[in-house]
Nanobody, 114 residues
Framework: QVQLVESGGGLVQPGGSLRLSCAASESTFNIYAMGWYRQAPGKQRELVAVITSGGSTNYADSVKGRFTISRDNAKNTVFLQMNSLKLEDTAVYYC????????WGQGTQVTVSS
């Protein structure tokens, strides 16, 4: 059973940076688009970034210009580089393939606080 493990979160000051990783236990998802999602307390889960199997990317307006999604298929891993972090970026961040089902891991907590 394929599993996803998110890591790299932590506490950071506004304007700081973090790099999140999403590691799959096998290569299953390399042929699918992958997304990074986030969920803040009391809010619905939000899709913030997508990368296709061919490397095309798209972003929510709230993170465009600040976040970059990438993938390394040799490592079965998707990354999210988060720069210029804002207080409103505070959330639990998850990765998941697009449109083929739910494979949610435990997520990784990102807290932006001064």
């Amino acid at each position: 059973q394929v599993q996803l493990v998110e890591s790299g979160g932590g506490l950071v000051q506004p304007g700081g940076s973090l790099r999140l990783s999403c590691a799959a236990s096998e290569s299953t998802f390399n042929i699918y688009a992958m997304g990074w999602y986030r969920q803040a307390p009391g809010k619905q889960r939000e899709l913030v970034a997508v990368i296709t199997s061919g490397g095309s990317t798209n972003y929510a307006d709230s993170v465009k210009g600040r976040f970059t999604i990438s993938r390394d298929n040799a490592k079965n891993t998707v990354f999210l580089q988060m720069n210029s972090l804002k207080l409103e970026d505070t959330a639990v961040y998850y990765c998941n393939p697009i449109g083929i089902g739910d494979y949610w891991g435990q997520g990784t907590q990102v807290t932006v606080s001064s």
